[in-house]
């Protein structure tokens, strides 16, 4: 089979991509990107325009005159027609519809009485996905693009290994404990409710052991992982895929608007998702969509989803027993063989980079959360371009906001780190910074004197340079496999999920999503 | 996209296993991993 397909357009798309970056790098595109407010964009526009444009148009051009052959080369350079079309969307979407929701919200406020696009949560990460879902079925991927759209799994599994280079030991240590009490127990718990319900509605044991899997564990790599446990069909493995991704893709739009609505915080709503929702690349697309401008939000959920993934051995014991017990006579699966040859390498992976940034090779070894704490003079005390020096100490004023609202504050940790902050006018400690940023998350004083201490903790905290590095390329291996996955979610798939395992699946689903935010939000503390 | 379109790998990958997908994931990774190292 030839998969390269005489076309115009990776051409096209390569020479448009080419042209909007030199249009930036020249200055022409000034008033476009001052308007959209997207500034901080123009290095990467001009980067991943020019980078992609010479891809799309070597290759565009070889495709257009060459006459392929089957092969290698056909099947892997036919690939760029798909990555091109994906990355245009997605540049589109993120330079071009999120900045423009971003300020037509703004606009309607005053109106409307609130911001329509954050609380639909109308970002790139979801309107990439509604890009991609509208495109396949209003439209249809284009034949040529259809092999590169394959690959938008392996930028999901790329994005969530190099997220591994964002954590450090202590931060795991810290979250370690909390989520795998958590996930156990809701793992566990939906696995259990699934075989329960199942049993109770008459569906073949194959059907509900692969839907617990998928439903109780990580969504589509679970169940097909337990699928040759429990012996299941291929329709039943796509029903509960379509089951998964349909309550997914549900979660993934209600979930965000729910944390917002309740006012949650990453920590909390990081757990939440990581928890709650069934298929990890929706586990991202949720917590991308909740903090659209930051990571720690899909650092936490990642975690979550991470350590839920680690359970997938223990629940394709448990069904591997639990089907050999009600299918008398069932062929013995070799449960080791099973384990080994399914279990997720990208977790391993993840693992693997973590290990690496934990020893410091990414940014200094005392890391917390891809930042560090410094607060000597050499970062306090720095010089503009005209060798002026530039002071980040607090002022006057700010710690005139500070004196005037700090009766307000009880706790005598939080005092004691306030008088510090006062008295020295920088955060004195990585334990006072913590201490502080719960002051500011509990909205103890007021927004004067918020915005102070949050001057000083800006001024004290750092992201290294590698990690900043780290965390775009993660976002656009996330937004490259979002918008593929959108143009995978088919209306036929949706379809598919219907009958009796979207009606089981969904009822765990929602005690699963409600269960976790109740836990989450009595236990889970707020400290980022 | 039908199953039957391709003839290798699957409707969602375009890898003949998820297990090759995942060393392939891990291999780019690790790739851009040292890239960062040595550059940024």
Not at chain 1, 207 to 233: E, I, Y
Not at chain 1, 238 to 253: D, K, P, Q, R, S
Not at chain 1, 352 to 358: D, E, P, Q, T, V
Request: with cysteine.
């Amino acid at each position: 089979m030839v998969y390269t397909r005489k076309t115009v357009w990776p051409l096209v798309f390569g020479i448009i991509m080419v042209a909007y970056a030199y249009l930036v790098q020249s200055g022409s595109m000034e008033p476009v990107i001052k308007f959209l407010g997207s500034g901080r964009n123009a290095g990467e526009m001009q980067i991943l325009g020019y980078t992609f444009g010479a891809i799309g148009i070597v290759v565009g051009l070889w495709q257009l005159l060459a006459s392929p052959k089957e092969g290698l080369g056909d099947y892997y350079l036919s690939m760029v027609g798909g990555v091109t079309f994906i990355m245009m969307v997605a540049f589109i979407v993120k330079w071009g519809l999120d900045p423009l929701m971003g300020q037509w919200g703004r606009a309607a406020q005053p109106t409307l009485g609130f911001n329509f696009a954050s609380i639909l949560n109308l970002n790139y990460v979801v309107m990439g996905i509604i890009a991609g879902i509208v495109i396949v079925n209003v439209f249809k991927v284009p034949g040529w693009a259809e092999n590169g759209v394959r690959l938008s799994r392996l930028g999901l599994k790329t994005g969530v290994i190099l997220l591994g280079a964002l954590y450090s030991l202590a931060e795991l240590a810290h979250l370690g404990r909390l989520s795998v009490v958590l996930i156990g127990f809701f793992v566990l718990g939906s696995v259990g409710v699934v075989l329960w319900l199942g049993a109770r509605r008459n569906m073949p044991n194959s059907m509900t052991g692969v839907l617990a899997a998928g439903v109780g564990v990580c969504g589509v790599s679970a169940a097909v992982a337990a699928a040759p446990v429990v012996q299941a069909k291929s329709t039943e493995i796509a029903y509960t895929i379509g089951t998964i991704l349909l309550f997914g893709v549900l979660c993934m739009f209600i979930f965000p608007i729910v944390g917002k609505s309740l006012g949650m915080g990453y920590i909390q709503f990081g757990a939440w998702a990581g928890t709650g929702i069934l298929n990890s690349a929706q586990v991202a697309g949720a917590a991308l969509a909740f903090q659209p401008n930051g990571i720690e939000t899909l650092k936490v959920a990642e975690i979550f989803n991470i350590t839920r993934v680690l359970f997938l051995p223990i629940i394709v014991l448990w069904l591997a027993v639990w089907y050999v017990k009600r299918e008398q006579g069932a062929v013995k699966v070799d449960l080791m063989q099973v384990i080994v040859g399914k279990f997720p390498v990208f977790v391993l992976g993840f693992i693997l980079m973590f290990a690496l940034s934990s020893t410091g090779i990414f940014a200094p070894a005392l890391h917390y959360q891809g930042n560090y704490f410094d607060n000597s003079d050499k970062v306090m005390m720095t010089k503009d371009r005209e060798g002026k020096v530039v002071s980040k100490l607090l002022g006057d004023k700010d710690l005139a906001a500070l004196t005037a609202e700090a009766g307000k504050v009880q706790r005598k940790d939080q005092q004691a780190a306030l008088q510090r902050l006062i008295d020295n006018k920088k955060v004195m400690s990585i334990d006072d910074d913590d201490t502080l940023r719960g002051v500011v998350n509990a909205k103890i004083m007021g927004k004067a004197a918020n915005d102070v201490l949050t001057k000083a903790h800006r001024a004290v905290r750092h992201t290294a340079k590698k990690i900043a590095m780290f965390r775009t390329l993660i976002a656009w291996f996330f937004t490259f496999g979002l918008v593929g996955l959108g143009m995978q979610i088919t209306m036929a798939s949706i379809k598919q999920a219907g009958g009796q395992p979207l009606v089981v699946g969904s009822i765990v689903g929602v005690i699963k999503a409600l269960g976790s935010l109740v836990v989450v939000w009595l236990l889970v503390a707020e400290t980022i | 996209m039908a199953e039957d379109k391709f003839d290798r790998g699957s409707a969602l990958t375009v890898f003949k296993s998820d297990r090759h997908e995942d060393f392939m994931a891990l291999v780019l990774a690790l790739v851009i991993a040292l890239l960062v190292y040595l550059f940024v």
